[in-house]
């Protein structure tokens, strides 16, 4: 015969089922907006069955239901969306670094603009062809130096700068590695609590995605690969071992260096960070340098007119019509320059300032027009005007004509002949090196403008690849929010069913109540 609170028995499953659904959606919808949740569901089944009570096998027809009870709370989550979303995430990172610097990069050249580099390197020729209107102008002198003074600044602000983001890089990468070994210990210790309580039985649903949140950050900043395995997740980056079970490997700023040079950093922040200060922001550095010490020492070929006279005893690299350079000392009737010229080669506008004449007694030649603050090649950073002329502005050498008076020789104060060669630097080929990149010869004009289209052009691919990365992820991301996230509309929906299903089972529970209540106290009462 069958149990008498068997009805009972089967309306309470159902109340504890339908109840635990409604909690669980309850969570649901408490977690809506909090980051990496994944939505949860009741995982309900019909409890087992039974037959009747019997010696052998009851005669009743069929078995007899038990109601519905659940087995497990899981958490809908798809890997192969997660691992689709690593893979991507980590390229959005490297790129969003990239562009960021490149951007910082456009805002230091600041070209074009009215206060870039080439305007004050426009500033600088003008103000030698204003010279070379009226050479023994004191004025005119002045602006030069001050012309080149502010030349100079422009360089020194440029390149502190420029190694002030390389610095910034350097310490944003040792900031992502404390980020990295601090998420990393968390994994490792989610990884065992999560053993520990899945080992008992339970679903540790909402530590797996924590976990999972923490994988998402770390794929962004490096590349990882991650397995999961009975002992949690096991994390890597190409050959280094960063989480096994519950046990984390430190990394420090080294071991992500030796990881970049192998191969092992092959995306994510980090590598973006030592990609824009190894390649973007030491390139333009060094491209920096080049200019700045091309202006003042560069190769170029200058053909001195007819009739100047150049310092005496001085050593000249005559160009000859092969093309090849002679030394050539000049002395005495010889430093009288004859006609058709002398075409000669120069080191930049050092090389030729002193081949002239300052307007200062007695005469002397002209001394360098830069100098470097330390004493060692010219770079972005040390260039500065020589600090002879910044005391003394009659030390720059305009002239390039002397004459005999009187038994000694004097400089022709009003020749202009070298204040015009210098004002026509700025359309004179330099001989850049091997070092400056694909532009070896051209004008400073053309070499300037080359490194600012260069930037221009990384900028806009950096760009280009920031937003078809944006765009993947954001795709990745839709798909998984779809599978994992939680919907307001559908949870709602779910409260209603499961609220009338646990108000059914109250009334079947209520109904057996009243028959349990007809049979224990209203029979066996006749004849009393």
Do not use: C
């Given at each position: 015969?069958?149990?008498?609170?068997?009805?009972?028995?089967?309306?309470?499953?159902?109340?504890?089922?339908?109840?635990?659904?409604?909690?669980?959606?309850?969570?649901?919808?408490?977690?809506?907006?909090?980051?990496?949740?994944?939505?949860?569901?009741?995982?309900?089944?019909?409890?087992?069955?039974?037959?009747?009570?019997?010696?052998?096998?009851?005669?009743?027809?069929?078995?007899?239901?038990?109601?519905?009870?659940?087995?497990?709370?899981?958490?809908?989550?798809?890997?192969?969306?997660?691992?689709?979303?690593?893979?991507?995430?980590?390229?959005?990172?490297?790129?969003?670094?990239?562009?960021?610097?490149?951007?910082?990069?456009?805002?230091?050249?600041?070209?074009?603009?009215?206060?870039?580099?080439?305007?004050?390197?426009?500033?600088?020729?003008?103000?030698?062809?204003?010279?070379?209107?009226?050479?023994?102008?004191?004025?005119?002198?002045?602006?030069?130096?001050?012309?080149?003074?502010?030349?100079?600044?422009?360089?020194?602000?440029?390149?502190?700068?420029?190694?002030?983001?390389?610095?910034?890089?350097?310490?944003?990468?040792?900031?992502?590695?404390?980020?990295?070994?601090?998420?990393?210990?968390?994994?490792?210790?989610?990884?065992?609590?999560?053993?520990?309580?899945?080992?008992?039985?339970?679903?540790?649903?909402?530590?797996?995605?924590?976990?999972?949140?923490?994988?998402?950050?770390?794929?962004?900043?490096?590349?990882?690969?991650?397995?999961?395995?009975?002992?949690?997740?096991?994390?890597?980056?190409?050959?280094?071992?960063?989480?096994?079970?519950?046990?984390?490997?430190?990394?420090?700023?080294?071991?992500?260096t030796n990881a970049f040079g192998s191969g092992d950093l092959n995306n994510g922040e980090v590598y973006g960070?030592?990609?824009?200060?190894?390649?973007?922001?030491?390139?333009?550095?060094?491209?920096?340098?080049?200019?700045?010490?091309?202006?003042?020492?560069?190769?170029?070929?200058?053909t001195i007119p007819e009739g100047s006279v150049l310092p005496d005893n001085i050593t000249v690299n005559r160009?000859?019509?092969?093309?090849?350079?002679?030394?050539?000392?000049?002395?005495?009737?010889?430093?009288?320059?004859?006609?058709?010229?002398?075409?000669?080669?120069?080191?930049?506008?050092?090389?030729?300032?002193?081949?002239?004449?300052?307007?200062?007694?007695?005469?002397?030649?002209?001394?360098?027009?830069?100098?470097?603050?330390?004493?060692?090649?010219?770079?972005?950073?040390?260039?500065?005007?020589?600090?002879?002329?910044?005391?003394?502005?009659?030390?720059?050498?305009?002239?390039?004509?002397?004459?005999?008076?009187?038994?000694?020789?004097?400089?022709?104060?009003?020749?202009?002949?070298?204040?015009?060669?210098?004002?026509?630097?700025?359309?004179?080929?330099?001989?850049?090196?091997?070092?400056?990149?694909?532009?070896?010869?051209?004008?400073?004009?053309?070499?300037?403008?080359?490194?600012?289209?260069?930037?221009?052009?990384?900028?806009?691919?950096?760009?280009?690849?920031?937003?078809?990365?944006?765009?993947?992820?954001?795709?990745?991301?839709?798909?998984?929010?779809?599978?994992?996230?939680?919907?307001?509309?559908?949870?709602?929906?779910?409260?209603?069913?499961?609220?009338?299903?646990?108000?059914?089972?109250?009334?079947?529970?209520?109904?057996?109540?009243?028959?349990?209540?007809?049979?224990?106290?209203?029979?066996?009462?006749?004849?009393?």
């Amino acid at each position: 015969m069958r149990s008498t609170f068997h009805g009972i028995e089967t309306a309470k499953r159902s109340l504890f089922t339908q109840q635990a659904a409604l909690n669980t959606t309850g969570h649901n919808i408490a977690n809506a907006n909090t980051a990496g949740y994944s939505r949860q569901v009741v995982n309900m089944q019909a409890a087992r069955p039974i037959e009747a009570i019997g010696l052998m096998r009851s005669g009743a027809p069929g078995q007899l239901g038990t109601g519905v009870e659940f087995s497990s709370i899981t958490r809908i989550r798809e890997k192969f969306l997660d691992d689709q979303f690593r893979n991507e995430n980590k390229s959005l990172g490297n790129w969003t670094i990239q562009s960021d610097t490149l951007e910082k990069l456009e805002k230091i050249v600041n070209e074009p603009s009215e206060t870039g580099l080439r305007t004050v390197l426009d500033n600088f020729w003008k103000a030698w062809s204003s010279l070379s209107e009226d050479p023994e102008d004191l004025t005119g002198r002045r602006i030069v130096r001050e012309s080149a003074i502010a030349l100079a600044d422009a360089f020194n602000m440029t390149s502190k700068q420029l190694k002030d983001l390389s610095a910034d890089l350097t310490e944003n990468i040792q900031i992502k590695t404390e980020q990295i070994n601090s998420i990393l210990s968390t994994v490792a210790s989610l990884n065992s609590e999560i053993v520990r309580l899945e080992g008992l039985g339970d679903n540790a649903n909402d530590l797996r995605d924590q976990r999972d949140l923490l994988t998402d950050e770390l794929s962004k900043i490096i590349n990882i690969n991650v397995q999961e395995t009975p002992q949690g997740y096991t994390i890597t980056m190409g050959g280094v071992n960063l989480v096994a079970g519950g046990a984390a490997t430190p990394i420090t700023v080294d071991t992500l260096t030796n990881a970049f040079g192998s191969g092992d950093l092959n995306n994510g922040e980090v590598y973006g960070m030592i990609v824009s200060r190894d390649r973007y922001v030491a390139d333009y550095i060094r491209q920096l340098d080049t200019l700045a010490n091309s202006i003042a020492n560069g190769e170029i070929t200058i053909t001195i007119p007819e009739g100047s006279v150049l310092p005496d005893n001085i050593t000249v690299n005559r160009v000859n019509p092969d093309g090849s350079t002679t030394p050539v000392t000049l002395t005495g009737a010889a430093r009288t320059i004859g006609p058709g010229g002398l075409t000669v080669k120069v080191n930049g506008l050092n090389g030729l300032h002193k081949l002239g004449y300052p307007l200062v007694s007695p005469i002397q030649a002209g001394v360098d027009f830069f100098k470097s603050k330390s004493g060692g090649p010219i770079t972005a950073e040390d260039f500065q005007l020589n600090p002879d002329i910044v005391n003394n502005p009659s030390l720059i050498a305009t002239s390039l004509r002397t004459i005999v008076s009187g038994g000694s020789e004097e400089v022709v104060k009003g020749n202009n002949t070298l204040a015009l060669l210098i004002a026509q630097l700025k359309d004179t080929k330099f001989q850049f090196g091997t070092s400056a990149g694909s532009l070896t010869e051209g004008t400073i004009d053309d070499y300037f403008r080359s490194t600012v289209g260069q930037l221009g052009v990384q900028s806009k691919e950096a760009l280009r690849m920031l937003d078809n990365q944006k765009a993947l992820v954001d795709q990745v991301d839709s798909r998984r929010q779809s599978v994992s996230g939680v919907s307001l509309d559908e949870e709602m929906a779910n409260m209603i069913k499961f609220q009338h299903a646990y108000a059914a089972a109250a009334r079947v529970m209520t109904t057996f109540d009243q028959l349990l209540d007809k049979v224990i106290n209203g029979m066996g009462v006749v004849g009393r």
